[in-house]
């Protein structure tokens, strides 16, 4: 990787690290084709796609019952990775039992005013997976919705010839009510409109490619949904302090998830931005997915970036806003003071983004491509609603009759004006 000032960013190295892209307008066409046909044609059209993009001829879509096995096939062989599976869920679950808002009631001047959060009914998660495992995901969906009180959460992951047990497992032991085997757009519209087996739901949450964060545009509306995420990202903000094997691994870690990944490291220190250069150029090779990671790597919105003094590297950050923000300096809270934009920090070397990605506790669905200037990841709050709660007797409402009453004939709302007028005739 070559080290870049901050300072000589040309505009467009400065657009493509700052502008990044999900990539779902190129494909939403098409996405709006399979929403509509699972839309009028439910359960036949799920299973047309999942040969056309999986490969696979999909018998039962509901494999509740197979997730249910798994789990027992793992408990029964004493399987370490349910061990893990069981301490990371316990983690997260944990983590947000935390999150759980109280209703509350107090008294301002006579009026009795409060608010109460009551959990939705249904919730489906997308789970990725097909060829690949990811129990994690499935742990980071449905935990908190269970935690939140949902009454019914749905999991939609890609079939396959033979589903990973580790991620069926994962997802009955988070305490899910159901789960279907189908991926992409096609899940996502199954599970905002129904079909014959998947049962609708009222919001989606859930990370996944292109094709399924274009469908969540689509069908955002019809349904909730948590936000639109883009490939992963990591900024590590790192001062002379820190180790530049320790940067470059986080560099690495992050890159191996999807060639379109963006990994940046900004440092004030010119001799630990050559160190982390060659830190990661030296891992690359090293690693099973080499391929995937220099992809990423190459990526425009990746690379080692050098700034005249902190001041410049924490306003990089803020403006950066990334999914997982990497703070290795002498002062790390110091730093975290100065930065709002980020969907979940890591402090110091010995927190390694993937920590969270398993098992520390946090969620790990956040919001890329400078989601975090203006929302949160994935949270027990994503599935609750809040209603308000209002209780005046004849002299509060007395204390506030002539606003109300000349604001509302103000606004030429007149009949607002009378049913006050009404209660003191």
Not at 94 to 107: I, M, N, T, Y
């Amino acid at each position: 990787m070559n080290v870049r000032a901050v300072a000589d960013l040309s505009p467009a190295e400065r657009h493509a690290l700052f502008e990044r892209d999900a990539g779902i307008e190129a494909v939403r066409g098409d996405v709006e084709g399979i929403v509509d046909r699972v839309r009028e044609e439910g359960d036949v059209a799920v299973r047309e796609f999942a040969e056309e993009f999986d490969g696979v001829a999909v018998g039962n879509l509901d494999i509740t019952d197979e997730a249910a096995r798994a789990h027992a096939e793992l408990e029964d062989a004493n399987d370490p990775v349910l061990d893990a599976v069981r301490e990371a869920a316990d983690n997260v679950r944990a983590f947000h039992e935390r999150q759980r808002p109280e209703d509350w009631r107090e008294e301002f001047e006579g009026r009795e005013l409060g608010r109460r959060f009551r959990p939705i009914d249904r919730a489906g998660v997308y789970v990725p997976g097909g060829a690949a495992a990811y129990p994690s995901s499935a742990l980071m969906g449905v935990v908190p919705a269970v935690v939140a009180g949902v009454d019914h959460v749905a999991v939609a992951t890609p079939p396959a010839d033979d589903p990973n047990p580790v991620t069926l497992a994962a997802i009955h032991e988070a305490g899910a009510d159901a789960v279907y085997q189908v991926g992409g757009a096609q899940a996502i519209a199954a599970l905002a409109y129904g079909t014959e087996t998947v049962t609708t739901v009222g919001k989606i949450v859930g990370p996944g490619n292109k094709w399924v964060t274009a469908a969540k545009s689509v069908v955002q509306g019809d349904v909730g949904i948590d936000f639109l995420a883009g490939p992963s990202e990591v900024l590590v903000l790192a001062d002379a302090t820190a180790d530049p094997e320790f940067v470059g691994a986080e560099l690495l870690a992050q890159a191996e998830h999807d060639p379109n990944a963006s990994v940046v490291a900004v440092t004030d220190d010119a001799d630990l931005a050559a160190a982390v250069a060659e830190a990661v150029e030296a891992g690359v090779d090293e690693r099973e997915r080499a391929e995937t990671i220099r992809a990423a790597l190459e990526n425009d919105a990746s690379g080692v970036l050098h700034a005249r003094s902190m001041s410049e590297a924490v306003l990089f950050a803020e403006e950066y806003a990334a999914e997982h923000l990497s703070i290795m300096a002498d002062d790390e809270e110091a730093l975290l003071d100065r930065i709002s934009n980020a969907g979940s920090v890591f402090l110091g070397p010995h927190s390694p983004v993937a920590a969270g990605d398993y098992a520390a506790g946090p969620n790990h669905v956040l919001p890329t491509n400078g989601g975090a200037k203006r929302y949160g990841g994935l949270s027990v709050d994503t599935f609750l609603r809040s209603s308000t709660v209002q209780r005046l007797d004849r002299e509060s409402l007395s204390d506030v009759a002539d606003v109300v009453t000349t604001l509302a004939e103000a606004e030429g709302l007149e009949a607002h004006a009378e049913s006050v007028r009404k209660r003191f005739e």
